[in-house]
């Protein structure tokens, strides 16, 4: 029992459940995909064969899922980045009421399951023309969009889904950061003449820097990681591979195709871009440099 009060000994018990959890269930599967990235995987027999599963990985397939993971990173983190931060200001601001009911109604659908939120969000952009949108679109004297068959209105389904279900998780992050703005800035920003729109760039931004840059970080992992927003839509193949992702395309060549090796590869690749853009993002936005600097 002094052993395990001893606080040298302490510390290392709280957080091997965290380290012990890591290594079973990321890092040692992270080994395991690079190793299997090099061999050639049928049942009952393992070929390392190379560089041979990453050459294949450079097909038009691959630069399909690529483009349209970039573009889907692109418009989720311009939304999921900037939006939050006007209804978290909004949420925040004494003059709105019933602010916890609108709070709880945006937190919400990230809580729900993303295959019972795509079912619905079939429906509601389903192709016929008694669905949902396609009744909005007619009552305007537009015509019937036939959602899930175009690039750009396939785009737009994943990006709506996907921003539906983080909107609340990012207003609840950067509510939690305008808690520790010292009220005593506004107060000095009215006394100077200040409008409401300089106060919100010149005292709000300022101070949300840290939460924006987490927000940027998680959204661009996240969209490059995406792969349910496109499955519940088309579960298999996509037309045209319009809904293609990279995960999307891991899991089509690894699982549904029993090619492990290149599936692994793929996955591989994905790793190093996710890699590479988190670097050079948080290097922009300064994430690296010392308090001092």
Known sequence: MKFLNSKKVVPYILVSPFIVTFIVLTLYPAIQAFIMSFQRILPGQTEFIGLSNYRRVLSPTFYTAFQNTTIYVILTTL???????????????????YSTFYRASLFIPSLASIIVAGTVFRLIFGETDTALANQVITWFGGEPIQWQYQSWSAMFLMVILSSWRWMGVNVMYYLAALQNVPPELYESADIDGASTVQKFFYVTIPHLKPIITFV??????????????????????????????????????????????????????????????????????????????
């Open 216 to 293: 940027t970080t998680i959204t661009i992992i996240n969209g490059f990681r995406m792969f349910e927003e496109s499955y519940v839509f088309w579960e298999a193949n996509s037309p045209g591979n319009i809904g293609l992702s990279m995960v999307g395309y891991m899991y089509d060549q690894g699982v549904q195709r029993n090619d492990m090796g290149f599936g692994a590869a793929i996955g591989v690749i994905v790793l190093i871009i996710i890699f590479i853009v988190s670097i050079i993002q948080l290097k922009f936005t300064g994430a690296f440099k010392r308090g001092d600097e």
């Open 79 to 97: 939304i999921l980045v900037t939006v939050p931060i006007l209804l978290a200001a909004l949420l925040n601001s004494k003059a709105t009421k």
